[in-house]
């Protein structure tokens, strides 16, 4: 696997704990399975292998002599190996400083992914199947064409994109940084509306393409959803399939969960409230049990819908808070603009509390101490604080969209886990957020109904890794130009 992101060493989103998930179910159920990741700044070298020789990639015109070093994911046998080269990586960010990526971005990607065909010499191992992850690592499965068709048969590529809003855009004249040809500059290959879009050269190359969700594959094939790539994967017709992610329940699962005082089960699910409590004192709320509270861990932008629930004189939430009839926590950290926009509501309302960063352990507390977890996204290619909600028997209250529409059952008089706002716009997140509220309220023992029925929810990665190696099997039979193809 090719990736910019794999926990426990490099975390922007969900990207990071799906791919080394995934890597330890294939491990698991017999597969060898390896990972190629920059060292960033963050890595430690110490806890790592340093490969004695220098580990020399050419990238078009350049040479890059970098080192490599090794680690393992977890207790697996996964082995991880770190792109070394200081002048691209050693950072603070992954992608970019101050919400904005950083502008040699195309060099430090297209390093990696010709690193992808270099290494197999270098620790004398060839894997059947290059399987990369968003644009990141979107010019593998084009290196792999070109290769094949100079007549040296690779490695079956497989791309997988985790949210198709990041696509990986250059300008034209950058094209020497990618070390591919002017050649794969045409409108068929790497050129898109007159920028280089990774993202796209790597779905008309690989073999074969996914997705995280059934319903966000379906939805990305359309112009209202497909940021301009819909025709692009419509064109793979059954090569392009949607995979529902998994939650790794040895991390996100409140009978063990080490971050909790009080672990609880669906039968103990009324220790929720001392995570509350807890929740309540270290953030500054109130500490009562006569309110819900509404829980959001989140990047901030756009995408989360935080325009729709934070901007001046249009959000949401002011009219939430002041129903009175809920408490609000905030986890996240991005765009400057909502960062100042939560802290200014944070001032008004004391019913609302905003933690601006990242952190982990507040991650598990809020999963657990809250009765609602909001994610008002404009889109959703999977999403995974809903499952892992679910889990924490805290109900989801989602838009109608992506990953959501997969995995959260909506409220009825049957039961339901969740609840759907219909469209991300503040007047229908006002009234879903209001309803949600209002049931807590009035008929507390359909929320605990709903809640137990939440808890006994799974989406284990054994089934999505049983369904990406069937993925792995068919771009084989694709790249070899069998039956499948
Ligand atoms: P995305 O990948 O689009 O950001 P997901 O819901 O798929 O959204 O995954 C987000 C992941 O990142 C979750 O594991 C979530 O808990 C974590 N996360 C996001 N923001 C923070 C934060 N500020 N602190 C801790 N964890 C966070």
């Known amino acids: 696997m090719i990736t910019s992101e794999a926990v426990p060493w490099a975390k922007a989103g969900g990207l990071a704990d799906a791919v080394s998930a995934l890597a330890q179910e294939l491990d698991h159920s017999g597969h060898d399975v390896r990972i190629l990741m920059p060292r960033y700044q963050g890595?430690?070298?110490?806890?790592?292998?340093?490969?004695?020789?220098?580990?020399?990639?050419?990238?078009?015109?350049e040479i890059y002599t970098t080192a490599v070093y090794e680690g393992r994911l977890g207790d697996s046998s996964v082995v991880v190996y770190f792109i070394d080269y200081e002048e691209l990586y050693a950072r603070e960010g992954i992608y970019g400083a101050g919400g904005s990526g950083y502008p040699d971005n195309l060099r430090r990607f297209s390093?990696?992914?010709?690193?992808?065909?270099?290494?197999?010499?270098?620790?004398?191992?060839?894997?059947?199947?290059?399987?990369?992850?968003?644009?990141?690592?979107?010019?593998?499965?084009?290196?792999?064409?070109?290769?094949?068709?100079?007549?040296?048969?690779?490695?079956?590529?497989?791309?997988?994109?985790?949210?198709?809003?990041?696509?990986?855009?250059f300008p034209v004249g950058d094209l020497p940084h990618s070390g591919l040809s002017w050649i794969?500059?045409?409108?068929?290959?790497?050129?898109h509306y007159d920028s280089l879009n990774l993202l796209k050269a790597g779905i008309v190359n690989a073999d074969m393409v996914t997705t995280v969700s059934p319903q966000y594959a379906n939805e990305i094939r359309t112009?209202?959803?497909?940021?301009?790539?819909?025709?692009?994967?419509?064109?793979k017709d059954e090569r392009f399939v949607g995979i529902l992610n998994g939650v790794d329940y040895e991390v996100w699962n409140p009978e063990k969960d080490p971050y909790l005082d009080a672990k609880y089960t669906p039968e103990?699910?009324?220790?929720?409230?001392?995570?509350?409590?807890?929740?309540?004192?270290?953030?500054?709320?109130?500490?009562?049990?006569?309110?819900?509270?509404?829980?959001?861990?989140?990047?901030?932008?756009?995408?989360?819908?935080?325009?729709?629930?934070?901007?001046?004189?249009?959000?949401?939430?002011?009219?939430?808070?002041?129903?009175?009839?809920?408490?609000?926590?905030?986890?996240?950290?991005?765009?400057?603009?909502?960062?100042?926009?939560?802290?200014?509501l944070a001032h008004?309302?004391?019913?609302?509390?905003?933690?601006?960063?990242?952190?982990?352990?507040?991650?598990?507390?809020?999963?657990?101490?809250?009765?609602?977890?909001?994610?008002?996204?404009?889109?959703?290619?999977?999403?995974?604080?809903?499952?892992?909600?679910?889990?924490?028997?805290?109900?989801?209250?989602v838009t109608r969209c992506g990953g959501f529409v997969d995995t959260v059952e909506p409220v009825s008089a049957r039961g339901g886990t969740g609840f759907f706002i219909d469209e991300a716009c503040p007047s229908a997140i006002g009234s879903t957020v209001l309803a949600a509220v209002g049931m807590w309220h009035r008929e507390r023992a359909r929320i605990d109904t709903m809640r137990r029925a939440a808890m006994k929810m799974r989406f284990g990665w054994e089934r999505a890794a049983a369904e990406y190696v069937s993925v792995y099997e068919r771009a084989l039979a694709a790249a070899r130009g069998g039956p499948g193809a």
């Not at 059947?128 to 007549?151: E, K």
């Open 268 to 344: 103990t699910v009324a220790l929720k409230d001392r995570a509350k409590q807890t929740i309540q004192s270290e953030l500054g709320l109130p500490i009562t049990n006569d309110l819900p509270l509404i829980g959001m861990v989140s990047r901030l932008v756009d995408q989360k819908g935080f325009e729709e629930l934070s901007s001046p004189g249009f959000g949401a939430l002011p009219d939430i808070l002041e129903s009175g009839e809920t408490q609000v926590a905030i986890l996240g950290s991005g765009d400057e603009r909502y960062e100042y926009y939560l802290r200014t």
């Open 348 to 397: 008004r309302y004391r019913n609302l509390s905003v933690v601006i960063g990242f952190d982990d352990r507040l991650a598990h507390l809020i999963e657990a101490a809250s009765d609602f977890f909001l994610m008002p996204s404009r889109y959703e290619p999977c999403g995974l604080n809903q499952l892992y909600s679910l889990r924490y028997g805290t109900l989801p209250i």
């Open 43 to 61: 890595i430690r070298r110490d806890s790592l292998y340093r490969y004695p020789t220098p580990f020399t990639v050419r990238v078009g015109e």
């Open 111 to 169: 390093l990696l992914n010709h690193a992808a065909f270099a290494i197999g010499a270098f620790i004398g191992w060839e894997p059947d199947v290059l399987h990369s992850h968003d644009w990141p690592a979107a010019i593998v499965p084009v290196i792999a064409q070109r290769r094949r068709a100079m007549g040296a048969p690779g490695p079956a590529t497989v791309l997988t994109i985790h949210n198709v809003g990041y696509q990986g855009t």
């Open 184 to 191: 794969d500059l045409s409108e068929s290959q790497l050129l």
């Open 223 to 235: 112009p209202r959803r497909g940021f301009s790539l819909d025709k692009v994967l419509s064109g």
